[in-house]
């Protein structure tokens, strides 16, 4: 927080970062227009970069060209860089004179170019919004193949390092919170995640695995960050326990806590509406004066207490404010990102030693308050064994009774068991009735629509009936045997069709699974109508017919497959209106899962339903 603040004064004092098109390495022959224009949507005039860059709009796109050309007797091949990491370009289009030779639609920050001798492109690229807080990171910068290849690489292991970093100790103070439950860590993992999380969308790693977040504001993010602040700030007030030792410091901590709280929520709320006052030098000179004095009498107060922790909090600091400075003096990029990332991590570690000495002293105090504790339970012992004896009694008597209880329930719960056996027992015999009462009446019909709606009624009471028959017979209410299940339903539905197992195979081949009542009760009605349109409409004459039926369980997931190998056709079946397929969707639907149809050598029906988690 100081070095950012001091990062801020001395950038009042160091010249901006040019606009103009850097040239390195081998590439530095090749001769390249002095600016970087923006293109005026409105009539295509060209405006220097350097003399319109106060004027865009902040959150609207604009549109920018460069053009480079080799002179040399050798095709150039070059690296060309727009930008920070994290800048995004989209609509790239490179051109020879008037000529389009290349476009890219995806967002990019670099690409390669190939440029013949003599020949002279025009470079023009999109960008969906301007960083106010720093435009002039929006610069132009031409590398030779190689220096680039080795620049990448170079950046990219320091970046590992420092991410490394910061996502070790991001989770090694992890687990010493959940080892200890000491808050302090706990505070410490969120600054040190919410920081990782900002670094990885600087670098542009995070949107390089997420390239969703390419669309995410700039300028938001920018807002966003002083969000560090506040977590940092609340991780001070706890790492220095200034409630206590220093009441001033406390108070002006929260001060500032609140303070970025508000910023932060009414600079969003203004972002969105279109102001952009909150990125003018004079509105962030006056808050940068105001958290100059407020972090000024900060530390006034932490170094007045001297306690150990506040040197800590200030050795930190110095390590930040040293790793600021470098970053602003007149290097390279990459180095002075180099030195901030050193300052940064140098911090990172100085509060991880404080945290670990902290820890040292918690746990010298947490040794005396339990020599304390073994001296008072030395001398409550003797009243404790009398208690203890009283105890036994009444735990003994107690015992007494609950065995009595137990008992009484578990006699309570055989009567139980023997009625809900009664009532799967009557209701089997009354689904058998019913079954018995429609081929009755199926054998005064000779409609031959009207049997087959009834034979398909009997197939559905069957599946039902054949649930609480087997819950009748196993004794068992916990649920039931999928597999057996499948066998004995599929063997009545191939009676009632009227299929040979000569014309018929039906393999059952899946691992045994017991499942809930009422989720066995919507697969059977399900299979009872997947078979039953088989036997109807698969069967052929030309060749024996196969049925493979897969049911597993996967978390709190089971999934159902019917396979056959007949002519049924996949789209016909999903957008027929027949009975059976609606009593399919609905229990599917009611079972919050889904269906799919398909043709893989005949037809195939893939359904995953939810089990019955109320059970």
């Not at 949507?41 to 050309?69: H, R, W």
């Not at 019913?434 to 031959?448: D, F, G, M, P, V």
């Not at 002519?567 to 969707?585: E, M, R, V, W």
Request: proline share 2%.
């Amino acid at each position: 927080m100081f070095s950012l603040i001091l990062t801020c004064i001395l950038g009042l004092f160091v010249p901006a970062t040019s606009s103009t098109l850097l040239i390195y390495s081998a590439a530095k022959d090749v001769k390249v227009n002095s600016h970087l224009y923006y293109i005026d949507g409105k009539n295509g005039t060209l405006y220097p970069f350097d003399s319109i860059i106060k004027k865009l709009p902040f959150n609207s796109p604009s549109k920018f060209q460069f053009s480079v050309e080799n002179q040399e007797s050798d095709t150039l091949q070059c690296y060309i860089s727009m930008g920070e990491r994290f800048v995004k370009t989209q609509n790239l289009q490179i051109y020879l004179g008037d000529s389009l030779l290349e476009a890219h639609e995806e967002p990019a920050n670099h690409f390669l170019l190939s440029i013949p001798s003599g020949k002279k492109y025009t470079v023009v690229f999109s960008l969906s919004e301007l960083n106010r807080i720093d435009p002039n990171k929006l610069s132009v910068n031409l590398y030779s193949k190689d220096f680039f290849q080795y620049k990448e690489h170079r950046m990219e292991v320091a970046q590992s390092f420092f991410l490394g970093l910061n996502a070790f100790l991001c989770l090694f103070h992890l687990i010493i919170f959940f080892v200890t439950g000491w808050k302090v860590y706990l505070k410490y993992v969120i600054y040190l995640f919410v920081a990782l999380l900002y670094f990885l969308f600087y670098y542009g790693l995070i949107q390089t695995a997420i390239p969703q977040l390419n669309a995410v504001s700039i300028n938001l993010v920018s807002i966003w960050y002083s969000l560090i602040y506040v977590l940092y700030f609340y991780f001070l007030n706890d790492f220095g326990n200034y409630k206590q030792f220093s009441p001033w410091a406390d108070k002006l901590l929260n001060v500032g806590i609140i303070n970025k709280c508000i910023q932060i929520t009414y600079e969003t709320v203004f972002h969105f509406f279109g102001y952009s006052f909150m990125y003018e030098p004079i509105y962030k000179n006056i808050i940068l004066v105001f958290e100059i004095t407020l972090m000024a009498f900060i530390i006034y107060f932490i170094l007045k207490n001297k306690n150990v922790r506040g040197k800590f909090v200030i050795v930190a600091t110095l390590f930040l404010i040293f790793g600021a400075i470098l970053g602003q003096l007149d290097l390279e990029p990459d180095i002075r990102g180099y030195c901030v990332q050193l300052g940064i991590s140098a911090e990172f570690l100085v509060f991880s030693v404080g945290l670990g000495y902290l820890s040292k002293l918690h746990y010298i105090e947490k040794q005396q308050a339990q020599q304390l504790y073994i001296a008072q339970l030395t001398e409550n012992e003797k009243i404790q064994k009398s208690i203890n004896e009283e105890l036994e009694k009444k735990v003994k008597q107690r015992t007494n009774e609950l065995e009595i209880e137990k008992l009484t329930v578990e006699k309570k719960n055989r009567e139980n068991e023997l009625l809900l056996s009664e009532i799967h027992h009557r209701v089997k015999n009354n689904l058998q009735v019913i079954a018995s009462l429609l081929s009755i009446q199926e054998r005064n019909i000779k409609n031959e629509d009207i049997k087959q709606a009834i034979l398909s009624s009997k197939g559905r009471i069957y599946s039902m009936e054949l649930v609480h028959k087997m819950l009748y017979s196993e004794n068992s209410f916990q649920g039931i045997e999928m597999k057996a299940y499948c066998q004995s339903l599929f063997q009545a539905l191939a009676v009632s069709y009227g299929v040979e197992k000569e014309e018929c195979v039906i393999k059952t081949d899946f691992e045994a699974l017991t499942i809930d009542t009422n989720t066995a009760l919507n697969m059977g009605l399900i299979l009872n109508e997947l078979i039953s349109n088989i036997f109807k409409h698969a069967k052929t004459a030309d060749k024996k017919l196969l049925v493979e039926v897969d049911i597993y369980e996967k978390e709190n997931d089971i999934f159902l497959t019917c396979a056959d190998n007949g002519n049924g056709n996949a789209q016909h079946i999903a957008q027929s209106h027949s009975f059976g397929l609606k009593i399919i969707h609905l229990l599917v639907s009611q079972m919050n899962g889904h269906i799919q149809f398909s043709n893989n050598n005949g037809l195939r029906v893939e359904i995953t339903l939810k089990k019955d988690l109320k059970l």
